[in-house]
């Protein structure tokens, strides 16, 4: 049995990853062995092995005695495991190393942005003496865009891409944090098309279109346009294999030579250039709206600042195929007055910001009232 989810969401994770100015990430080694497993479970993870690592010995039969990928209760018991480590560790490395492992971690990777870099390396230094004093657990490959805390640590501690860089201008490289391409030397998210060759059939498609992997919605007015393109060779009832050679081939071929141009684009990981300390207004502006062919929402954060002045940062969007038969054009603006609600919830719930004003935007005043409704009992 794979046990509760005790996983944080990892949009969640992601959207608080995006707060202040000095970002980490950092990894747990080998998490999932850091735990044992019962004694009386162990016969449940049996095996053979050539005995002492060599092939031309004979077989012989082990147990796990740790637990290993693969199982479908490891990620539960690893990350209770990491929660009660957190907890125990609160009186004696402080409140904010366990609301940072508590929240901010995904399985075992932590990401997390705070103001300033003497919290971010006070931070990164006692959570790993903790971790390692009440769980046995190795916090490494660290990694930030801010150079002066990476001097703070020593090689062994940092990621592989850091371990062997001079620190000077422009020597940041791109690291991979839960999936998004993230440009640690200019602070941004970047894309990586792969270059592979697909077949011209409607698994080559999808496979292309699973290959645009965004959490954050940063490429969904893009992304749809292959998902419609999808749906149309789908109710032809083409089968999977088929090559195309149609009017909607050649519509796939030019909407795939445009993801080039995704190589080029990035996106601040920050919302704001600067803190959210000393702000004065902080106002959620969502929009919404439908049609024919899809719905959508999206999040924009708009920040007053006593010092700053106004700036106004992406969030989060997200797009949907609507339906082929059986809507009219109001259900689907009343579907996008859902994602929207959606959308508010979520953010609400991960960004921790208290928000002055919430202004939802639509063309409709019947998804405006639904979307009262849906968020009254969020905004009282």
């Known amino acids: 049995m ?18 202040e100015p000095i970002a980490l990430t950092a990894d747990i080694k080998q998490m999932f062995h850091c735990f044992y497993v019962r004694p009386d479970h162990r016969n449940y993870l049996r095996f053979f092995w050539h005995h002492d690592n060599d092939f031309n010995q004979e077989l012989r039969e082990y ?10 209760p490891s990620p539960s018991v690893a990350t209770y495991g990491l929660h009660r480590t957190a907890v125990a ?22 990401l997390i942005s705070v103001p300033t870099v003497d919290q971010a390396v006070d931070l990164m230094k006692r959570t790993q003496c903790a971790l390692a004093t009440h769980g046995n657990l190795r916090l490494h490959k660290i990694a930030s865009n801010s150079r002066e805390v990476i001097r703070e640590f020593c090689p062994d501690d940092l990621s592989k891409e850091l371990k062997s860089l001079e620190l000077t201008d422009n020597s940041l490289p791109v690291q991979r944090s839960l999936g998004l391409y993230w440009n640690m030397n200019s602070d941004t998210f970047t894309f990586q098309i792969s270059s592979e060759e697909k077949p011209l059939t409607r698994r080559g498609v999808l496979s292309v279109i699973n290959s645009i992997y965004d959490p954050l919605g940063f490429a969904a007015p893009v992304a749809i346009e292959g998902k419609l393109l999808l749906r149309q060779l789908s109710s032809g009832g083409t089968d999977w294999d088929t090559p195309l050679f149609d009017v909607e081939g050649q519509k796939w071929q030019s909407w795939k030579e445009s993801l080039s141009g995704f190589q080029d684009v990035s996106i601040p990981r920050q919302y704001l250039p600067h803190s959210f300390q000393g702000s004065v207004h902080n106002i959620l502006h969502i929009f919404c709206d439908a049609s024919e062919k899809a719905i959508a929402a999206v999040a924009y954060l708009h920040v007053v600042h ?7 940062g992406f969030v989060i969007g997200k797009s949907k195929v609507a339906p082929p038969h059986g809507h009219t054009i109001p259900r689907l603006e009343l579907c996008s007055a859902l994602l929207a609600t959606e959308i508010y919830q979520l953010v609400n719930e991960n960004l921790n910001i208290a928000f002055e004003k919430v202004k ?3 063309d409709s005043k019947v998804v405006l009232g639904y979307i009262t409704n849906q968020t009254r009992r969020f905004l009282i």
């Open 2 to 19: 794979s046990g509760p989810d005790l996983n944080n969401s990892l949009l969640g994770v992601l959207i608080r990853f995006r707060k």
């Open 63 to 72: 147990r796990m005695r740790v637990h290993v990928f693969g199982n479908k």
């Open 89 to 110: 560790a609160r009186d004696s490395f402080g409140p904010d190393v366990t609301e940072f492992v508590l929240n901010h971690f995904y399985v075992n990777d932590g």
């Open 306 to 312: 006593e010092e700053n002045g106004h700036h106004i």
């Open 360 to 362: 939802f935007y639509s």
